[in-house]
């Protein structure tokens, strides 16, 4: 599980957005059987970065909603943050950039708070969202 979620973290850097779905899926089913929420959000949320790619809209909003559940379920700041940067990306892909530098100002103070800054690879995707 762990190899699957790191080979789909490098197909998603690469842009290889169907080894990432891929990748993802598989580390989502090992973790969800596992029990372990944190890295299970970690996949949901590649999940729904692989939505987002592919043009499913409303399937990563309703991801990125579990990965904030999620987030908030355990405490995990990165898997509040993740939900909330994707939310904020949705937002300005359906024009409403006013709820995106909501949302984005939302996920950078819970980064802040919690000492978690995005990782470099993201920092570049991020530096595009409102």
Do not use: N
Request: with cysteine; net charge negative.
């Amino acid at each position: 599980m762990l190899a699957a979620f790191g080979y789909a973290v490098l197909s998603s850097t690469a842009g290889e957005w169907g080894a990432a779905r891929a990748g993802f899926a598989d580390a989502l089913a090992g973790f969800s059987a596992l029990g372990t929420p944190l890295p299970a959000g970690l996949a949901l949320a590649g999940l729904a970065r692989c939505d987002e790619e592919d043009g499913l809209v409303d399937a990563a909003e309703d991801r990125y909603q579990q990965v904030l559940r999620a987030g908030e379920d355990t405490g995990e700041p990165d898997l509040t943050a993740r939900a909330l940067e994707g939310r904020a990306r949705i937002a300005a892909t359906r024009g409403d950039t006013l709820r995106a530098a909501t949302l984005s100002a939302r996920a950078a103070a819970v980064r802040a708070e919690a000492h978690r800054p995005l990782p470099p690879h993201e920092r570049a995707e991020a530096a595009r969202t409102p």
